[in-house]
Structure formats: structure tokens, C-alpha cells
């Protein structure tokens, strides 16, 4: 499908695309061929012609030309015209008459606007249309009716698993035809591997080079998470133009598209796949997991560190698309493209803030501790944190001038930095107790202490929401666009 709008360079394209389509037409083919403000000559070359009005009205379909050779178009438009001028008065090209004909609507004191009504009345009172036998004909036929009764009338579509089929399949063959952006998603996670790797190789247990370096990580991952989410609202706001043309006709419903778009087109190739790339990559190369517990059994330690290790994928996967959905709803309700992107930045912003790393609960003051609840980091970085050092013991080092322990290592309990309100005050709800009826990962007589689920029931839930905030956005804003 080719679109010109006018220049020579789109004109040779549609004239090679004209010529190729009269070629398979002569063999029996049907040639589908959209053009945007056709030339003269190009819409000679067109046996048949669809006209829709504004809110998916079809006002004619049928050939181009009559038996007698006279424009069809015209025929059917100035029949009746009553206060509407004549198509060849506007212009030698019918396609660009009509097409200056439908954009005065509402700007000539309705006779356009009615004009349009009685074609389409016409149209479906006419033996053509009782005679048609193509699916598609009649379903922008009962879409133009819907249009005409207005909002109270609802569409007949097709059923929810079938429009959520039918959406994931074009969404997968788009993927497919087009993966440059899953490729670049891919490889801009596998750099980002590759330098965490690099630069945080096996960090140890001492404060300064070690608990202060996984949060550096976290950090760096929390931000090519939200970089690379916010590079994404520009398919969306694409996507969304697409929405409302189709959705305007009834094709399918606000749920179907926002869980289709979401799940088959961004979660699983541009979110969870780079990812569990990241993560296969970095959690290794960083000495994370914390396989090796003083007194453990070789069992118990691979056990407790595959767990761990399904819990920070999970983490990270859950903060992503998170992050994905959230940007998704701002691209909803956002009116252009450089408002969405200012509105997103200033979210990606408050959400490295409250993260956990730059100021914590207990720097804040009391009336502001909530905020950090409301960035979905804030429990990764508590999930992973916790993980590392619950159970662990770390290595401390004065290095204040004059201070008589300066330069002496003392030894803290993992806990302490952890949960403690003088370090990172993370776990308000103590150790070994998780809220909505959580459990801690415990290594039972070894005294291995994990992270709470609580820290990914969060997530999950927030997600959800999200998906549901965005469902309900653009169904509103349909109802708008529609009232």
C-alpha cells in the first residue's frame, strides 16, 4: 500500500504501484490502493472508488466511471447537491473537489454537513447497498449507522478473544517485519550489560566499595530502564492515531488494543527479553546472589542463590514494565508529542529521586516519607539490597581525620545497613516480617534471610493498575471524542 500526498517523488511511487496493481487486477487479483489527495490521472486509473466522510460515514462505493463515461463521483454528489456547489466548480479533479468539500464541514451553516447525510441515507436505501455481499462493506456500513445514532448506540463487535487475537497477530507481524527497534532494544541492553559488568566486577562486602557499588547499579539499571521507556511513548502516540481511526468504526474495543499493544508489541520483545538479558549478564559478572554464606552447605547456598537470582529477574521485569505502562498512560493523556515527552522526563526524574539511593526515608522529612513508596524502584532496589545483606555481615571503615577508630575496620550486621534509619532505612516493618501476609526466603537452621514478596506483590499490582488506568483513558477519551 502506497500513500502520496502530492510531490513527484510520492507521484512515481504511486505510479509504480498503479501500474503494478493494473497488472495483477488483469489476472484477477484485487488491488487495495490508498492515496492521499490523488491526481486526475492517477484516479483514471482506478476501477472503483470508496468515499468516507468524517466518523467513518460511507457516503459512496462503486466504479469510478458511469456507462456513458462520466465521472460517478459527480454524479452522485451534485444529483441532489441543494445549496452545495457543484464538483466541477471546485476543481477538474473530482478526488480534490470532494476532498475541500468534506473539510468545510461545520463551516458553511451545515449544508455540506447535510448534503453528506442525504448521500449517505441514499447510499443505504439504494439497491447497492442491499445487494452488497462484502463483509467489509457491510461492516463500514453498520459503523457509518452507529456514527449517525451517536454515542448511545453501541457497536456490534466481534467478541473480546477474538479481537484481542486478531490485534496480537497484526501486532506480532509488525514486530516481525520490522524489528529494528526490538533490535535495538536488545543491543542497547547488552552494552549496558557489558559496561556494568566492567565496572562493577565482583564487588565485595565493605561499605564503601561494596554496598555503595550495588547501589550504583541499581541505580544505572533503574535509569536505562526508565531511558529506554521513555524512548518508546513516540510507537505509542503512532499507535494510539491508529486506535482512534479503527475504534471510531467499531472495529474493536479499548481493552483489546491496550492489552494487545502492551503484552505481544512492548512487553515481551522491548521489555522482559533485554531484561533477562541484563540481568543473565550482570548478575554474575557482579558477584550478586550471595552464594557464598559462611557455614552453609553447598546445597543450601545453590538453592537460597537461584532463588535470589529468580527474584531480582522478576524485579527488574516487573519495575519495566511498570515503567512501560506508566509512560504508556501519559502518552494517552498527554495532547502532543513534546508534552508527553516533558511530562515523562519529569516522571523518570522523580522516580530516580525517590529511588532509595539519593535521599532516604530518613533524611526526608516525616510529612514527605510516603514519597518513595511511589517509585516502583524503591522496591527493587529494597528487594535486591536485602538479598545482598540480610544475613551478611559488612565491613565498615572510619575514615574521618582525627577520629581515633579512623582507618580500623568494624564489623556490622547486613541488617543494620539494610533496615537501620542511619543508613538506608528500607524494611520499616522489621526483619523477618512482611506485610499482606508476606514471607521472608528463609534458610531455615543456617540463618539465611532473603528479601519479603512484598517487594514484588507491589509491582504486579501496580502494573494491573496501570494497564487498567490506560484502558479507562482511552475509553474516556473516546467518549469524548465521540460526545
Known amino acids: 500500500m502506497v500513500n502520496g500526498n502530492g510531490d513527484d517523488a510520492a507521484d512515481a511511487e504511486v505510479g509504480k504501484a498503479t ?97 453528506l447525510q442525504q448521500l449517505y441515507a441514499e447510499y443505504a436505501a439504494s439497491s447497492a447497498a442491499s445487494s452488497a455481499q462484502s463483509s467489509s462493506t457491510r461492516a463500514m456500513l453498520s459503523a457509518s449507522a452507529i456514527t449517525d445514532q451517536g454515542a448511545d448506540a453501541a457497536p456490534c463487535l466481534a467478541g473480546f478473544g477474538r479481537q484481542l487475537l486478531a490485534l496480537a497477530s497484526r501486532h506480532s507481524l509488525v514486530v516481525l517485519r520490522d524489528p529494528l527497534l526490538v533490535l535495538t532494544h536488545l543491543g542497547s541492553g547488552l552494552c549496558v550489560a557489558c559496561v556494568c559488568a566492567w565496572a562493577f566486577w565482583h564487588v565485595d562486602l565493605e561499605l564503601s566499595s561494596g554496598v555503595l557499588q550495588r547501589l550504583g547499579l541499581l541505580f544505572f539499571l533503574g535509569a536505562h530502564l526508565l531511558l529506554t521507556g521513555l524512548a518508546s511513548m513516540g510507537a505509542w502516540r503512532q499507535d494510539r492515531l491508529l486506535y482512534e481511526h479503527e475504534s471510531g468504526v467499531g472495529c474493536y474495543g479499548a481493552a483489546a488494543f491496550v492489552l494487545s499493544r502492551t503484552l505481544v508489541a512492548d512487553a515481551v520483545p522491548m521489555r522482559m527479553l533485554p531484561t533477562l538479558l541484563i540481568a543473565c549478564i550482570v548478575y554474575p559478572s557482579a558477584g550478586l546472589a550471595g552464594l557464598a554464606f559462611e557455614g552453609s552447605s553447598e546445597e543450601v547456598q545453590l538453592e537460597f542463590g537461584y532463588k535470589k537470582a529468580l527474584m531480582f529477574v522478576a524485579s527488574l521485569c516487573l519495575a519495566n514494565l511498570v515503567l512501560a505502562s506508566t509512560f504508556a498512560c501519559i502518552g494517552i493523556v498527554a495532547r502532543t508529542s513534546e508534552v508527553a515527552v516533558l511530562l515523562g522526563a519529569l516522571y523518570a526524574l522523580f522516580t530516580l529521586v525517590f529511588s532509595g539511593f539519593l535521599p532516604t526515608s530518613s533524611q526526608m522529612p516525616a510529612a514527605l516519607s510516603w514519597l518513595p513508596y511511589l517509585s516502583v524502584l524503591r522496591y527493587t532496589f529494597e528487594l535486591v539490597l536485602s538479598n545482598e545483606l540480610l544475613g551478611q555481615t559488612v565491613m565498615l571503615v572510619e575514615e574521618w581525620p582525627g577520629s581515633p577508630e579512623a582507618g580500623q575496620p568494624k564489623l556490622v550486621d547486613g541488617a543494620t545497613i539494610v533496615n537501620s534509619k542511619d543508613y538506608l532505612g528500607f524494611n520499616p516493618w522489621g526483619e523477618g516480617e512482611c506485610p499482606w501476609g508476606g514471607v521472608t526466603l528463609d534458610g531455615g537452621a543456617n540463618g539465611l534471610r532473603a528479601a519479603c514478596w512484598f517487594d514484588l506483590y507491589v509491582p504486579a499490582l501496580w502494573f494491573v493498575g496501570a494497564l487498567g488506568l490506560a484502558i479507562g483513558l482511552l475509553m474516556l477519551d473516546e467518549h469524548r471524542r465521540r460526545g
Do not use: K, W
Open 19 to 115: 501500474s503494478i496493481g493494473s497488472g495483477q487486477a488483469g489476472v484477477g487479483a484485487c488491488v487495495l490502493l490508498s492515496i492521499h489527495q490523488p491526481t486526475e490521472r492517477f484516479l483514471s486509473c482506478m476501477q472503483g472508488v470508496v468515499v468516507m466522510a468524517p466518523g467513518g460515514r460511507l457516503v459512496y462505493t462503486g466504479p469510478l466511471r458511469l456507462a456513458d463515461g462520466n465521472c460517478a463521483l459527480a454524479a452522485a454528489f451534485d444529483a441532489s447537491r441543494g445549496h452545495t456547489p457543484r464538483l466541477r466548480d471546485i476543481s477538474p479533479n473530482p478526488a480534490e473537489a470532494l476532498l475541500e468539500v468534506v473539510s468545510a464541514v461545520g463551516d458553511d451553516g451545515g449544508a455540506v454537513e447535510r448534503r
